[in-house]
């Protein structure tokens, strides 16, 4: 039985919802007193539950009755079934994260909510994310600190406009898988040189680390630190001209649209 809002309500606590809500727990943003959450199935909501040592089922209604503000996470293509259902308070608080879904197709299913889209990354879960945020009409401006207040420790908060908001996900919501992609084949292609597994795996995540840090620290434009690596007719020059053939440019741009265009398929679907 509930008996006083509990700070923060999930509705869909899967891979994104628990990355952020391991952050908040971690550095004392909440306690887990303050979650409330649910999610599709009683197997999985039993292990968030255990997981996090929070209160956790399969009711929504009971999340949403029991928040100060609700964190909405189901797949995007589950909204229309789960959120049907679903009675928001009166200027109840509702953080969207849902991909290609925009405030004002919430707003509508959820009347009297104040709509906030998020867009966040996985590398929130170490304080090291990047969360777009982007107000609908019906968020106010204590709608808006309030949450940059309850973001902060998961990363750098960035306002993105409406029509931006698919572009970022797009480059720093799928960013990450396209990161990890980078790091395998670079293993790959470490084995493929007779590099025993384990170190050519070390060897592709430091080096990606190590070059993030330093883009980071340098405070110079990429091409220019890639200059400073490559000596004409060396070791480097000879593996980028292969980049080059292949269109190593043209395929990171083409795969960026193809999750935009992706993106427009969720909002309608
Ligand atoms: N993963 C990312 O990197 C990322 C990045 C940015 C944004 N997002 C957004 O985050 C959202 C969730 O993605 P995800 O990767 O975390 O997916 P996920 O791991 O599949 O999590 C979805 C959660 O929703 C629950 N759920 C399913 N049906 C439900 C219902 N009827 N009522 C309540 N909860 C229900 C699932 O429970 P069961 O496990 O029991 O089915 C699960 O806990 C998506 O909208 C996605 O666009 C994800």
């Given at each position: 039985m509930i008996t006083a809002p509990a700070k923060l309500g999930i509705i869909g606590c899967g891979k994104m919802a628990s990355a952020m809500l391991a952050r908040w727990l971690e550095t004392a943003t909440?306690?887990?007193?303050?979650v409330l959450a649910c999610t599709g199935r009683e197997a999985s909501a039993l292990a968030v539950g255990k997981a996090f040592g929070i209160a956790c089922g399969t009711d929504a209604q009971a999340v949403v009755d029991g928040a100060e503000t609700v964190l909405l996470a189901v797949k995007p293509q589950l909204r229309a079934g789960v959120l049907a259902e679903l009675r928001p308070r009166p200027g109840q608080r509702w953080l969207s994260v849902l991909a290609g879904v925009p405030t004002a197709t919430l707003e509508a299913m959820l009347p009297g909510a104040h709509v906030l889209r998020l867009m966040p990354n996985t590398p929130v879960r170490l304080g090291r994310g990047l969360i777009a945020l982007t107000p609908g009409d019906s968020a106010r401006q204590g709608d808006i600190s309030a949450t940059r207040v309850l973001l902060a420790p998961l990363g750098s908060v960035i306002d993105v406009a409406e029509q931006h908001v698919d572009a970022f996900t797009a480059v720093a919501g799928s960013g990450p898988a396209y990161v990890f992609l980078f790091i395998e084949a670079l293993t790959h292609a470490g084995m493929a040189q007779g590099l025993a597994p384990k170190v050519a795996a070390q060897l592709a995540l430091e080096t990606l680390l190590g070059s993030g840090f330093l883009a980071q620290e340098a405070g110079r434009p990429p091409a220019e630190l890639r200059a400073e690596v490559t000596s004409k007719g060396g070791m480097t020059q000879a593996a980028l001209n292969v980049f080059t053939e292949r269109g190593w440019s043209e395929t990171v741009t083409d795969a960026v649209a193809a999750a935009v265009a992706r993106a427009a398929e969720l909002a309608v679907g």
């Open positions: 909440l306690h887990p007193d303050e």
